[in-house]
């Protein structure tokens, strides 16, 4: 049984950085992809940041690039968010997932269907 805890979301400043962090317990090889969704009230969830646990690739939205980091640390199991450069916009309930993918391509765009979820983390800017 896969579970995923998020922790770290908090109000901050536009401007200002914050890093959630994901722990995943459970079957560590049933996922191969491990990623971050966002929901703001109102929109439709989104893929912010995904990686590929065997090679490290990473995958990110437009919206986030050159300002979020996402990665993993295996001894930990762990998944992170360093988020920088905050905007308004960035407000939302983040969410981390995980799923194995046959290509090894961790698609956040809806192409990869991912089947373990945590129960989020607000981030307000």
């Known amino acids: 049984h896969v579970q995923l805890v998020e922790s770290g979301g908090a109000s901050v400043q536009a401007g200002r950085s914050l890093r959630p962090s994901c722990k995943i317990t459970g079957d560590p090889y049933s996922s191969n992809c491990r990623a971050w969704f966002r929901q703001a009230p109102g929109k439709e969830r989104e893929g912010v940041a995904a990686?590929?646990?065997?090679?490290?690739?990473?995958y990110y939205a437009d919206s986030v690039k050159g300002r979020f980091t996402i990665s993993h640390d295996d001894a930990k199991n762990t998944l992170y968010l360093q988020m920088s450069r905050l905007k308004p916009e960035d407000t939302a309930m983040y969410y981390c997932?995980?799923?194995?993918?046959?290509?090894?391509?961790?698609?956040?765009?809806?192409?990869?269907?991912?089947?373990?979820w945590g129960q989020g983390t607000q981030v307000t800017v």
């Open positions: 997932a995980a799923e194995w993918a046959l290509d090894g391509v961790c698609y956040i765009t809806g192409r990869l269907s991912y089947g373990y």
């Open positions: 990686t590929y646990i065997g090679g490290g690739s990473t």
